[in-house]
């Protein structure tokens, strides 16, 4: 399984970009598939996940400014980043989960493919 991420960028403060997140290998609809992001001397942390059935969770540092949507026929996760701000400058990192729980989603162990990163740099 190999998750590839684009979409990543120089963008100013208040910009928007959007990240995709592009399976092969397995097709996606079977799973849950999230976004993380790791800023340099962090952990990596949630940032977003979407349910097989759609079911969208977001990190409150996030909600109301980030969208995730998937679109199985193509196996692509989507991450539309709107309202940028300098916080959140960081490699951002998709993920897919068989998981059966879903406020576990949140957790980095329940994920066991991942992508190899985009780097998001947001300027003044």
């Known amino acids: 399984v190999q998750l590839q991420a684009s979409g990543g960028g120089l963008v100013q403060a208040g910009g928007s970009l959007r990240l995709v997140c592009t399976a092969s290998g397995r097709p996606i609809n079977n799973y849950h598939m999230a976004w993380f992001r790791q800023a340099p001397g962090k952990e990596r942390e949630f940032v977003s996940a979407i349910t097989r059935s759609r079911s969208p969770l977001y990190a409150d540092s996030v909600k109301g400014r980030f969208t995730i949507s998937r679109d199985n026929a193509k196996n692509t996760v989507y991450l539309q980043m709107n309202n940028l701000k300098h916080e959140d400058a960081a490699v951002y990192y998709c993920?897919?989960?068989?998981?059966?729980?879903?406020?576990?989603?949140?957790?980095?162990?329940?994920?066991?493919?991942w992508g190899q990163g985009t780097q998001v740099t947001v300027s003044s």
């Open positions: 993920a897919t989960s068989p998981g059966l729980i879903i406020s576990s989603l949140p957790l980095k162990e329940q994920y066991d493919y």
